[in-house]
């Protein structure tokens, strides 16, 4: 059976640093992987997804990015946080368009 | 521009009586709708998706109806429990890898 991980599973870190958090999926081959980022209040908000290997599509621009290293492998990064970069940010693969499988999230607070 | 409406932010109902979840949509035309539940601190996760030819599907306890004219589904759980309490998000799709989730209807099963 497939499984998805992310960690860390909580990050505190200060205004300027910089940032990277890690997915990996098991028992797939070629997943489509997406970050989702859910600020408090507010709905999913997808911010990259790939299709491949170094294939990368941005939906939002911000001071984030997205690679995919390894077929399995999808990392979320950042140079410089901002106050606004805190929030629930999680990684999702699927097979194909439609049903998507959730990580368990990383929960980042930049204070 | 494509927008998504879960019917409350909150619905509080007794354990036993059937909960009834509304999605509507405007300026879409999906070729399928997904209900995901999500607990607090956590990944959502799948439970149903129906296609635009389907006008109804079940599994278990759980009931969804897709009405293509009136651009709305209803999720329905049929004698509810406390443990059903969580947050549902709907998300119609139409074949792109750009996925959008509504917000999230927040249900609390009272004992």
């Known amino acids: 059976s497939q499984t998805i991980h992310q960690w860390p599973a909580t990050l505190v870190q200060p205004v300027g640093s910089p940032l990277s958090l890690e997915c990996t999926v098991e028992g797939t081959s070629n997943p489509n992987l997406y970050w989702y980022r859910q600020a408090a209040g507010r709905g999913l908000q997808l911010l990259f997804y790939?299709?491949?290997?170094?294939?990368i599509s941005s939906e939002v621009p911000q001071n984030l990015s997205a690679s995919r290293p390894q077929d399995r492998q999808f990392i979320l990064s950042s140079k410089k946080l901002l106050l606004s970069d805190s929030g629930f940010y999680l990684c999702?693969?699927?097979?194909?368009?439609?049903?998507?499988?959730f990580g368990p999230g990383t929960r980042l607070t930049v204070l | 521009s494509q927008k998504i409406e879960q019917n409350s932010e909150a619905l509080n109902i007794q354990e036993g009586k059937t909960a009834t979840l509304t999605c509507n949509y405007t300026n879409y035309s999906p070729a399928y709708l997904q209900w995901y539940r999500q607990d607090p601190g956590r990944g959502p996760v799948f439970l149903l998706l129906i296609r635009e030819n389907e006008k109804e599907k079940r599994k278990e306890r759980l009931k969804v109806t897709f009405d293509t004219t009136l651009k709305q589904s209803l999720f329905h759980i049929t004698a509810s429990q406390p443990a059903d309490s969580a947050t549902y998000l709907c998300a119609p799709g139409a074949g792109s890898y750009q996925l959008t989730f509504g917000k999230g209807t927040k249900l609390s099963v009272i004992p």
């Open positions: 999702a693969w699927s097979l194909s368009t439609d049903t998507q499988y």
């Open positions: 790939s299709v491949g290997i170094g294939q």
